[in-house]
């Protein structure tokens, strides 16, 4: 797999309410482990605790490297996906 197949991605779910049910929640989850074959990082920026507790469970789904980062540091995120 070549280098450009690779996917970085930056969630920023400040002001993201959850979703309105758990059938919904598979969307996002399906972009990034079946659209993409091997995301890198992905790195998710919020300021609630239930956004904390989904950066966790999105790691077990999804063969990357996740992180979560608190709403203030859209630019440490930003720079850990980069890195």
Not at 19 to 43: F, Q
Request: glycine residues 6%; proline residues 4%; aromatic residues 12%.
């Amino acid at each position: 797999m070549s280098r450009a197949e690779h996917v970085r991605l930056v969630l920023d779910w400040c002001k993201f309410d959850g979703w309105p049910g758990l059938s919904a929640r598979d969307d996002p989850l399906s972009l990034v482990s079946e659209h993409y074959r091997a995301p890198e990082r992905i790195a998710i920026v919020g300021d609630k605790a239930w956004q904390i507790m989904a950066d966790k469970i999105m790691a077990k789904f999804v063969n990357a490297q996740t992180k979560f980062f608190d709403s203030g540091d859209y630019d440490g995120a930003v720079a850990w996906v980069a890195a």
